[in-house]
């Protein structure tokens, strides 16, 4: 058999390395290792449209059957690699089955990370990751009264947003002082905050969690740190993930919560790259080395591994992005803005219209917007300029990105407020 | 089954079908029509399917909401009274025969 790119783990990822590299004009063999039952499908609507009922099994998947056949991608679902043969240049799945790659990308995506409390491995304490797991949590929304979300992260809120507009009763416990407060504001995150309260979804922060109470195996309640018990029939458990990096780790190459990767998405291995939630790869808008859970990272990444297959081979540089959708709010966020010292609201907060640009030593660090997708869009561009404008060009502009975008790229604000 | 047509910023046209329901940008990506990038999966949060629907067609297309309008305003080839985000489009029998236009650059 003639080794070809051979791709570990088939989300949007490894997904979309397969493709581009056929859209670049790749011939030789592609082979895309899934270990789900199903063709590669996206993720991001099983927490909202898919839970609602409003998007079936097969409007998830990326691409239909037939065109993985027409392209000689050759998928092979519900597969396990169980090791990397570095020395042949192989991966060897669970049926003792080796794969011969010229090169791999390693794109396995990350876990929820698990709830370690009494009570945790209970049959209606769930998870949302797959399919599967958002098949199996709309049953039981279905048959639920009282839900506990532990997390008010992305994920959890999402969920409780879903959770409450099918009438069940809600409450999140986090642990932190305010929600999401690893990737937003104070002020988006409390008008988000405001929102869900209207929707009768109720907060517990600053809390933790005892254990999950049960009778005759049955949730029936979720005792907090603070001695209350809170009802519950179903628990969702939405407080982060880990990176499923121990493939890579076994196979010698360097990892730390993640697998390493250079600005050109390669591992400690110049025959293997990583990408997506699975790889921490030094990103120039967080100017460290950084593991991102995002649509946008494991589509660019998988296109710039492609690209880089395929003889271009340009430094990882794409601008971060993210969405939300928590019932009638969109948030999106451009950029990486944690660590921000300074933040400037501008639009309407009570109207639910607003962004928060966000600065760190005057640095632009990226914009969270509230319900302007405009803002996001055009904050993404600013962003990919080759000299980002600063806190002082800003407040020149009076924070009008389309003015900043309009204005002459070698003029500075100050060339552009004299001469006009 | 509805018949749509894309036509490529080469002028070279390519005619897919679609089933009732589905939305045009998800019959684009199930028939690898290139120019049709659809990032974030229909969510409304990349405008990157973006298209130009044919002057005959636009008034059998329900409005663009708000939301769509304002992506509408920063995509990355100009915006024209004809500018859709094809994933608000719903396939129905009324559009059998849709002919819209790709833009030269989605990003």
Same mark, same amino acid.
């Given at each position: 058999?003639?080794?070809?790119?051979?791709?570990?783990?088939?989300?949007?990822?490894?997904?979309?390395?397969?493709?581009?590299?056929?859209?670049?004009?790749?011939?030789?063999?592609?082979?895309?290792?899934?270990?789900?039952?199903?063709?590669?499908?996206?993720?991001?609507?099983?927490?909202?449209?898919?839970?609602?009922?409003?998007?079936?099994?097969?409007?998830?998947?990326?691409?239909?059957?037939?065109?993985?056949?027409?392209?000689?991608?050759?998928?092979?679902?519900?597969?396990?690699?169980?090791?990397?043969?570095?020395?042949?240049?192989?991966?060897?799945?669970?049926?003792?089955?080796?794969?011969?790659?010229?090169?791999?990308?390693?794109?396995?995506?990350?876990?929820?990370?698990?709830?370690?409390?009494?009570?945790?491995?209970?049959?209606?304490?769930?998870?949302?990751?797959?399919?599967?797991?958002?098949?199996?949590?709309?049953?039981?929304?279905?048959?639920?009264?009282?839900?506990?979300?532990? !997390?008010?992260? &992305?994920?959890?809120?999402?969920?409780?947003?879903?959770?409450?507009?099918?009438?069940?009763?809600?409450?999140?416990?986090?642990?932190?002082?305010?929600?999401?407060?690893?990737?937003?504001?104070?002020?988006?995150?409390?008008?988000?905050?405001?929102?869900?309260?209207?929707?009768?979804?109720?907060?517990?922060?600053?809390?933790?969690?005892?254990?999950?109470?049960?009778?005759?195996?049955?949730?029936?309640?979720?005792?907090?740190?603070?001695?209350?018990?809170?009802?519950?029939?179903?628990?969702?458990? !939405?407080?982060?993930?880990?990176?499923?990096?121990?493939?890579?780790?076994?196979?010698?190459?360097?990892?730390?919560?993640?697998?390493?990767?250079?600005?050109?998405?390669?591992?400690?291995?110049?025959?293997?790259?990583?990408?997506?939630?699975?790889?921490?790869?030094?990103?120039?808008?967080?100017?460290?080395?950084?593991?991102?859970?995002?649509?946008?990272?494991?589509?660019?990444?998988?296109?710039?591994?492609?690209?880089?297959?395929?003889?271009?081979?340009?430094?990882?540089?794409?601008?971060?992005?993210?969405?939300?959708?928590?019932?009638?709010?969109?948030?999106?966020?451009?950029?990486?803005?944690?660590?921000?010292?300074?933040?400037?609201?501008?639009?309407?907060?009570?109207?639910?219209?607003?962004?928060?640009?966000? &600065?760190?030593?005057?640095?632009?660090?990226?914009?969270?917007?509230?319900?302007?997708?405009?803002?996001?869009?055009?904050?993404?561009?600013?962003?990919?300029?080759?000299?980002?404008?600063?806190?002082?060009?800003?407040?020149?502009?009076?924070?009008?990105?389309?003015?900043?975008?309009?204005?002459?790229?070698?003029?500075?604000?100050?060339?552009?407020?004299?001469?006009? | 089954?509805?018949?749509?047509?894309?036509?490529?910023?080469?002028?070279?046209?390519?005619?897919?079908?679609?089933?009732?329901?589905?939305?045009?940008?998800?019959?684009?990506?199930?028939?690898?029509?290139?120019?049709?990038?659809?990032?974030?999966?229909?969510?409304?949060?990349?405008?990157?399917?973006?298209?130009?629907?044919?002057?005959?067609?636009?008034?059998?297309?329900?409005?663009?909401?708000?939301?769509?309008?304002?992506?509408?305003?920063?995509?990355?080839?100009?915006?024209?009274?004809?500018?859709?985000?094809?994933?608000?489009?719903?396939?129905?029998?009324?559009?059998?025969?849709?002919?819209?236009?790709?833009?030269?650059?989605?990003?």
């Amino acid at each position: 058999m003639c080794a070809g790119m051979v791709i570990v783990g088939a989300g949007q990822a490894g997904f979309q390395t397969a493709f581009s590299l056929r859209e670049g004009g790749f011939r030789g063999p592609v082979t895309l290792i899934g270990n789900e039952k199903r063709l590669p499908y996206q993720r991001p609507p099983l927490s909202k449209a898919f839970l609602h009922g409003l998007a079936d099994e097969a409007s998830l998947h990326f691409r239909p059957q037939t065109l993985f056949e027409k392209l000689e991608i050759d998928f092979l679902p519900d597969a396990e690699v169980t090791a990397i043969d570095r020395a042949s240049c192989a991966m060897v799945c669970g049926a003792g089955q080796t794969i011969p790659y010229e090169h791999a990308v390693i794109a396995t995506g990350s876990r929820p990370r698990r709830l370690l409390v009494e009570g945790a491995g209970l049959g209606h304490v769930v998870y949302l990751r797959t399919i599967e797991d958002a098949i199996g949590l709309k049953e039981k929304v279905a048959r639920a009264n009282d839900i506990v979300v532990i !997390g008010a992260g &992305f994920i959890g809120l999402e969920f409780a947003s879903v959770a409450r507009k099918l009438g069940r009763n809600v409450h999140v416990v986090e642990a932190g002082s305010r929600m999401m407060a690893r990737a937003v504001t104070p002020p988006a995150a409390a008008f988000v905050q405001r929102r869900h309260e209207s929707w009768g979804v109720e907060f517990s922060f600053e809390t933790t969690i005892e254990a999950i109470k049960s009778r005759d195996h049955v949730v029936t309640g979720v005792r907090l740190g603070d001695g209350r018990v809170l009802k519950a029939d179903l628990v969702v458990v !939405g407080i982060g993930a880990v990176a499923n990096c121990e493939l890579a780790a076994e196979a010698g190459l360097a990892t730390d919560c993640g697998i390493l990767v250079d600005d050109h998405l390669l591992t400690s291995d110049p025959r293997i790259s990583a990408i997506g939630d699975c790889a921490v790869h030094p990103n120039v808008f967080a100017r460290a080395p950084i593991r991102l859970e995002s649509v946008q990272n494991a589509a660019d990444q998988g296109r710039a591994v492609a690209a880089r297959l395929l003889g271009e081979a340009l430094p990882y540089r794409a601008v971060p992005w993210f969405w939300s959708d928590q019932g009638d709010v969109k948030l999106q966020i451009a950029g990486i803005t944690t660590g921000h010292d300074h933040c400037v609201v501008r639009g309407s907060v009570e109207d639910g219209r607003f962004a928060v640009f966000c &600065f760190a030593n005057g640095r632009f660090l990226g914009v969270e917007s509230i319900n302007r997708p405009s803002d996001n869009m055009m904050a993404r561009r600013v962003l990919a300029l080759p000299q980002p404008p600063t806190l002082h060009d800003f407040e020149a502009f009076d924070f009008s990105l389309k003015a900043i975008l309009d204005c002459p790229r070698d003029a500075t604000p100050s060339d552009f407020l004299v001469s006009a | 089954m509805t018949k749509i047509v894309f036509i490529r910023p080469d002028s070279e046209a390519v005619e897919v079908t679609a089933k009732v329901g589905d939305s045009i940008m998800h019959a684009a990506l199930a028939n690898q029509v290139p120019g049709i990038l659809a990032e974030c999966g229909g969510s409304m949060a990349c405008a990157t399917c973006h298209i130009y629907v044919d002057e005959e067609w636009l008034s059998k297309l329900n409005p663009p909401s708000s939301m769509e309008n304002e992506m509408l305003d920063a995509t990355a080839s100009e915006r024209r009274d004809n500018s859709r985000l094809c994933c608000q489009i719903e396939v129905s029998d009324r559009l059998d025969g849709i002919r819209v236009r790709i833009p030269e650059s989605q990003i």
